[in-house]
């Protein structure tokens, strides 16, 4: 089974402040890592994703993550964030054999304050 | 085109209601997925259909009942809900290669 972990239900940070979001997991079994985020009253968008190759993944919005096999952790930066990132940030893993079920963390809420 | 639909966008339904939601995405993606989300809390699986058959179904209720008539649509029909089955319904797909799912805006569901 897998779990993930996301210690941080909210990040306070100033505008044009880095931010880093934590994301943790468990798993007897390899699996492929994303970062979704959810604005109010809408659905959930694909950040990034890790499948495999290059530890450092870039996705949108100038958003990064770097999968650390060893400490099982898959953190989610941006070098300054804007207003406009407001909004709750999921980790989720999917094992690689295709089972088709994504196993969410319980979410960050991130608020930038101006 | 990387986009799930679904309607409606609002539902508010009586206990005795029978009612459905529908998702339809046009990305050739062979998995289709719904989940339910309460407020503040992750998105929860329902059911999975992947190749139009029910792959998964993570124990729901048979109040809930989906159905997947073609590659392109899912449906969720909805019958004698309880009023904690009122959330956020959200209909995903994915790419069964690349992995990464897809998701629509979601049904608002208050049940009364």
């Known amino acids: 089974a897998q779990s993930v972990t996301q210690l941080d239900s909210q990040v306070p940070v100033f505008e044009e402040a880095p931010v880093e979001l934590r994301c943790n997991y468990s798993s007897s079994v390899s699996v492929y890592l994303f970062w979704y985020v959810q604005y109010p009253n809408q659905g959930l968008q694909l950040l990034l994703k890790?499948?495999?190759?290059?530890?450092l993944v870039k996705g949108i919005n100038g958003f990064e993550a770097e999968f650390n096999k060893s400490q099982t952790s898959f953190h989610l930066r941006k070098p300054s964030v804007h207003i406009s990132d407001t909004a709750e940030y999921f980790c989720?893993?999917?094992?690689?054999?295709?089972?088709?079920?994504?196993?969410f963390g319980t979410g960050t809420r991130l608020k930038v304050l101006a | 085109d990387t986009e799930v639909t679904q309607t409606p966008k609002h539902l508010v339904m009586g206990m005795t209601n029978k009612k459905s939601l529908k998702c339809e995405q046009h990305m050739g993606h062979r998995a289709m997925y719904w989940y339910k989300q309460k407020a503040k809390k992750p998105p929860e699986l329902m059911f999975v259909?992947?190749?139009?058959?029910?792959?998964i179904n993570e124990s729901v209720p048979s109040r809930f009942s989906p159905e997947c008539p073609n590659s392109s649509l899912l449906n969720l029909h909805l019958h004698a809900l309880q009023p904690e089955d009122s959330a956020l319904y959200l209909c995903a797909s994915s790419n069964t290669r690349l992995h990464e799912q897809y998701f629509g805006p979601g049904t608002r569901l208050t049940v009364t």
């Open positions: 259909y992947s190749y139009e058959k029910l792959s």
């Open positions: 890790y499948l495999s190759g290059s530890t």
């Open positions: 989720a893993v999917t094992p690689t054999s295709g089972t088709y079920k994504y196993i």
